[in-house]
T-cell receptor, first 115, second 112 residues
Framework: EAGVTQFPSHSVIEKGQTVTLRCDPI?????LYWYRRVMGKEIKFLLH????????ESGMPNNRFLAERTGGTYSTLKVQPAELEDSGVYFC?????????????FGPGTRLTVL | DAKTTQPPSMDCAEGRAANLPCNHS???????VYWYRQIHSQGPQYIIH???NNETNEMASLIITEDRKSSTLILPHATLRDTAVYYC?????????????FGKGTKLSVKP
């Protein structure tokens, strides 16, 4: 069974440009989460989808970040325009909605560098 | 903020047991203790979780004190591949609940 996949693995862009990160969750997982770790900081929650609906987006830093999950399958996280402080590693995770525990399966992350 | 306190780093000899402590003195009755780890350049990986009883799986054992204010993750025979940052996380039970709150974790170094 394929795990959570993320694309691209690395992205280097200039300040002011737009970047779109993609996450493909494990098939059948209704819950999809985005997290990020910026330089020197802890891993922080960004938002949580249940199917195509945003269950919790309290961690989104500002309106430059837009997450979507059309059809309840894969998700994209767009940063527009990117700022220097957006640099970091963005992780996606998924879990089963009917699961009896909060085991989230994480992808390998996308390393974003904003110059 | 994380609801847990962990030592920033620990060393362990290969083949020996690694015992990683965690304090969670403000844990509430409906919160579980989860452990994840992050091996360098990979995404976090689930290890084990528990409520109040001790738990064991193929990766580790979890010992929770009777008052639930602290716990210990035990890797019975640590290998070099267990070198990672280990996170103790307190969170509400349930697959539809939301986010994990990661603290700074404990950086475990397994040495030959």
């Amino acid at each position: 069974e394929a795990g959570v996949t993320q694309f691209p693995s690395h992205s280097v862009i200039e300040k002011g440009q737009t970047v779109t990160l993609r996450c493909d969750p494990i098939s059948g997982h209704d819950n999809l989460y985005w997290y990020r770790r910026v330089m020197g900081k802890e891993i922080k929650f960004l938002l949580h989808f249940v199917k195509e609906s945003k269950q919790d987006e309290s961690g989104m830093p500002n309106n430059r970040f837009l997450a979507e999950r059309t059809g309840g399958t894969y998700s994209t996280l767009k940063v527009q325009p990117a700022e220097l402080e957006d640099s970091g590693v963005y992780f996606c995770a998924s879990s089963q909605v009917s699961g009896f525990y909060n085991e989230q399966f994480f992808g390998p992350g996308t390393r974003l560098t904003v110059l | 903020d994380a609801k847990t306190t962990q030592p920033p780093s620990m060393d362990c000899a290969e083949g020996r047991a690694a015992n990683l402590p965690c304090n969670h003195s403000t844990i509430s009755g409906n919160e579980y203790v989860y452990w994840y780890r992050q091996i360098h350049s990979q995404g976090p990986q689930y290890i084990i979780h528990g409520l109040k009883n001790n738990e064991t799986n193929e990766m580790a054992s979890l010992i929770i004190t009777e008052d639930r204010k602290s716990s210990t993750l035990i890797l019975p025979h640590a290998t070099l591949r267990d070198t990672a940052v280990y996170y103790c996380i307190v969170t509400i039970y349930g697959g539809s609940q939301g986010n994990l709150i990661f603290g700074k974790g404990t950086k475990l170094s397994v040495k030959p």
